[in-house]
């Protein structure tokens, strides 16, 4: 295991772990406003829709243009179906289908 | 008579977590096996998963930790990521009030998007249907039980899907690259657009992900994760401005 790694792991263990314990100790029963609670659930929306979009199209620093159009296509078609079936597998199921479909249908 | 009111009551939240074992299960595969398509190792993503214990932030780690991207933008990630646990947590500490100091420390570990509905919703449900009166004495600590009846099962779950899900990923036979790639992104894709309903929310996730290309771009660093900040604090405050118009 890489040292760097592990120790960012722990890092982020400990991060975690203090928006866990600190409410359990200090804050039980607080109850924030609607609007801070509507706030971290956008914010939370926006860093999963940018990770998914940078961990899906880019490897490090680069854009991965030739595999660009059929990773957007398999992704776009997995959300809608998911959206329209309220079914996150059978989004999964028809992405993972057209994503190694279509390179080789685009060939 | 105590030891066994406590035992059944990490019985019950046992039973009553079964829905996020089933749910658990195929995430944290899916986690498993795109760790390995990363470049950790077992122990490294085993490891996170009983650390962090939260597939969103462990899931916006994987790239940046396998490309070396710095500590501190990892760091500042899961933070900002797991903020809504604060919020849950504070509501779900109300309930164990009166529990020993050392266990609400370890069970804190345990607090989740997914393990933290089905115990509040039944701790609302039971203190609406008792008076104040006949609430027992230790319902702190039975209330802790049942908690850690959800959590630490769930728990062990996640940690072991995460594991077998890695297991896995060594089997798979070459020219299914793109399939493990899309794996974990694809799966809180689908699993987004069925939670986000709202039409708010909506916009600001699509936005934001046409955004974090463009952020990408400018600065392989921070960029994304500035676009994601400023477009989520647009958004609210956009949103806060047309209600009060209206």
Known sequence: MDTTRVLTIVGMGLMTYLTRVVPQLYLAGRRFPAAFDRYLRYLAYTLMTSIIATSLFFVGAKFELAAAPSRGLALLAAVLAAYWSRSAPLGLALGLVLVVALPWLMR | ?246
């Not at chain 2, 947590?89 to 309930?95: E, K, M, T």
């Not at chain 2, 463009?214 to 994601?228: E, F, H, S």
Request: aromatic share 14%.
């Open chain 2, 1 to 246: 008579m105590v030891n066994r009111i406590t035992r059944a009551s990490f019985l019950a939240g046992a039973k009553a977590a079964v829905p996020i074992w089933i749910a658990f299960i195929p995430t944290s595969f899916a986690m498993g096996i795109a760790a390995k398509v990363h470049g950790l190792a077992l122990g490294e993503i085993v490891l996170m998963s009983m650390l962090v214990y939260a597939g969103p932030a462990q899931f916006a780690a994987l790239e940046p930790l396998a490309t070396g991207r710095p500590v501190l933008q990892i760091l500042a990630t899961t933070f900002l990521i797991n903020l809504r646990f604060l919020i849950m947590s504070a509501a779900i500490a109300a309930y164990f009030r009166g529990a020993k100091r050392v266990r609400l420390l370890f069970g804190s570990q345990f607090i989740s998007a997914s393990s933290f509905i089905i115990p509040f919703t039944h701790f609302q449900k039971q203190a609406a249907g008792s008076a104040a009166a006949d609430v027992a004495e230790n319902s702190g600590e039975h209330n802790l039980r049942y908690f850690l009846g959800v959590g630490l099962t769930s728990f062990v779950v996640w940690v072991t899907g995460s594991a077998v899900g890695y297991w896995a990923a060594l089997g798979v036979p070459a020219g299914f690259d793109e399939a493990l790639k899309f794996i974990l992104p694809g799966y809180f894709a689908c699993m987004l657009a069925v939670e986000i309903r709202e039409r708010t929310a909506q916009w600001i996730s699509a936005a934001s992900f046409f955004a974090a290309l463009l952020g990408m771009m400018l600065n392989p660093n921070w960029g994304w994760l500035v676009t994601a900040l400023v477009i989520a604090t647009a958004g609210w405050m956009a949103e806060k401005w047309i209600r009060r118009e209206s």
